[in-house]
């Protein structure tokens, strides 16, 4: 196919369907779909194999592929597009995929819109701001766009949104998308932050975010696991989903972010020098740091053979190995939950929780600043903090040795 319809118009994407070896169910079923990559502009195929395989009938599976190919074929409709994150649409404007926008650019609506403003703000703030943070900002204001959007009101004109309006899209990110106060805390700000450049610039004269307030709740981490739990998932993860417990091995001996691992290539991996370089792009403190390979996972890293892949291939990919493909934001936390809720574990585990569980355990052995610098901490005082946070200080003594009434 050379990528053209037959009324001489680019194809963006082949809509997905089922491959199902001719209903042999031997086989791992999948559903599978095309797409234009932007960079390249070469259709690209992707293979979404999910749990289709675990429905031991065709029939079964069938249905099972059904909700896989209606999702997709849904999001790809509302302009997703596999090569950003799942957070990220197709867009002819400064809220849409640049490289996708002049490609495959769509007519602009002529209506001054609340996206028309968010898009000429990011076209002026661009240049003063970090890659990652014009992403969040594209991400943020694409969910108000959506949310207009299932109200009908994106084609209004932006004056026409409201107080009430601003206090509903809030609630429904708190309800619906349940979101932590602090998430929704850095909404408003943003949003503060744009209705004020548009009042400055005469586009509007009240910012309907101003009397909303977020009251502030502690935050709970999620818990570390004990011994018998760690030990039921290594078994269940270990033996079901190897890379999943290869990404859980990278949180529990270096302290990586599950935000940070899957952007993370075989380049940054030093075997010889046993550590691992996190690079300013992708960490969270926006700081290039490098943290140490403990043995045990040294060695268990050196089983693998990684040397054996390209080096510039994601150590977790969609292909359940080292990848061209990273995985999409939430991929590891989905996998992790389906383990979680087979051992009927609270949802304050967390995938997140196995970071926690190995800083709890390694702070009754390692020296303070040597776990300081592992868990890329700017001060001793964060690493007490964080480690009394996660219950790390309790005492041995007085679970033990209390003397009974």
């Known amino acids: 196919m050379n990528g053209q319809s037959g009324h001489g118009r680019l194809v963006i994407c082949i809509l997905p369907k089922l491959y199902n070896y001719s209903g042999d169910l031997n086989k791992k079923w999948f559903v ?15 293979k979404i194999y999910d749990e289709i395989h675990l429905r031991k009938t065709r029939e079964g599976r069938i249905n099972y592929a059904k909700t896989v190919i209606e999702q997709i074929e849904s999001r790809l409709k509302n302009g997703w597009n596999p090569f950003e994150d799942d957070e990220q649409v197709i867009y002819d404007d400064n809220l849409k995929y640049t490289h996708l926008a002049k490609k495959f650019g769509r007519q602009r609506t002529s209506n001054k819109t609340m996206n028309y403003y968010l898009s000429m703000f990011l076209g002026e703030i ?37 107080d009430e309006n601003a206090r509903q899209f809030i ?17 408003l700000t943003l949003f503060h932050e744009f209705f004020h450049w548009a009042i400055d610039r005469k586009y509007l004269k009240v910012n309907p975010f ?12 999620a818990k570390f696991f004990n011994d018998n739990i760690l030990q039921q998932l290594k078994a ?27 952007f993370l290539t075989l380049n940054e991996l030093d075997l010889h020098g046993a550590s691992i370089t996190i690079p300013g792009k992708i960490a969270k403190n926006g700081k290039t740091q490098t943290v140490v390979i403990p043995e045990p996972f040294l060695q268990y890293l050196l089983q693998l053979k990684l040397h054996e892949y390209p080096s510039h291939y994601y150590m977790i990919s969609r292909e359940g190995k080292p990848g061209m493909n990273r995985v999409s934001r939430n991929f590891l936390y989905n996998h992790f939950t389906k383990f ?43 690493v007490d903090a964080y480690l009394r946070q996660m219950k790390a200080v309790e005492s041995e003594a007085l679970r033990n040795s209390f003397p009974s009434i």
């Open 340 to 382: 979680r809720m087979e051992l009927n574990l609270p949802k304050d585990y967390k995938f997140y929780s196995f970071k926690h569980t190995g800083a709890v355990k390694a702070s009754k052995f390692i020296p303070v600043k040597d776990l300081q610098m592992q868990l890329r901490h700017h001060s001793l005082d964060q």
């Open 126 to 162: 661009t240049p003063n701001i970090a890659p990652s943070t014009y992403t969040t900002y594209k991400s943020k204001f694409r969910k108000l766009n959506m949310w207009l959007e299932s109200k009908k009101l994106d084609s209004n004109d932006v004056s026409a949104f409201t």
């Open 32 to 46: 599978y779909y095309s797409y234009r990559n932007p960079a390249t502009n070469r259709m690209v195929r992707f």
């Open 236 to 262: 269940r993860i270990g033996e079901s989903d190897p890379q999943l417990w290869f990404a859980s091995l990278f949180q529990y001996y270096c302290f990586i972010r599950p935000g940070e691992l899957r």
């Open 210 to 221: 101003e009397k909303i307030k977020i009251t502030r709740v502690a935050q709970v981490p």
């Open 171 to 187: 609630q429904h990110l708190t309800t619906k998308k349940k979101l932590s106060n602090n998430t929704v805390r850095h909404y």
